[in-house]
C-alpha cells in the first residue's frame, strides 16, 4: 500500500493585529441617561399637568418631543464602548 504524502506547506495564520480597546467619550454616557430621564419626565408632566407654562401650548406635540429625548438616548447607547 503507498504511503500517503505529508503536507509540505505551511498553514495560513493571519497576521497578528494589537487591538486597540475602544473607549466612549466622558460625556456620552451622562448624555445618554440625561436623556432619557428628561424625556420621560416630558411626557410624564405633560399627563400629569397639561397646562404647565411651557407644556400647554404644544398640546399633543409633547408626546414627540419626549419620544424624541428618549430616542436620543437610545441612538447614543449603541456608540457607547
Avoid: C, D, E
Wanted: glycine residues 6%; without cysteine.
Amino acid at each position: 500500500m503507498p504511503k500517503s504524502h505529508t503536507r509540505k506547506k505551511a498553514v495560513y495564520t493571519p497576521p497578528q493585529k494589537t487591538q486597540q480597546v475602544k473607549v466612549s467619550p466622558r460625556w456620552l454616557a451622562p448624555t445618554m441617561v440625561v436623556a432619557w430621564i428628561i424625556g420621560i419626565l416630558w411626557i410624564a408632566v405633560f399627563y400629569i399637568i397639561p397646562t404647565a407654562p411651557v407644556i400647554g401650548p404644544l398640546g399633543n406635540w409633547n408626546l414627540l418631543v419626549g419620544f424624541v429625548l428618549i430616542i436620543f438616548g437610545v441612538v447614543l447607547s449603541t456608540r457607547w464602548r
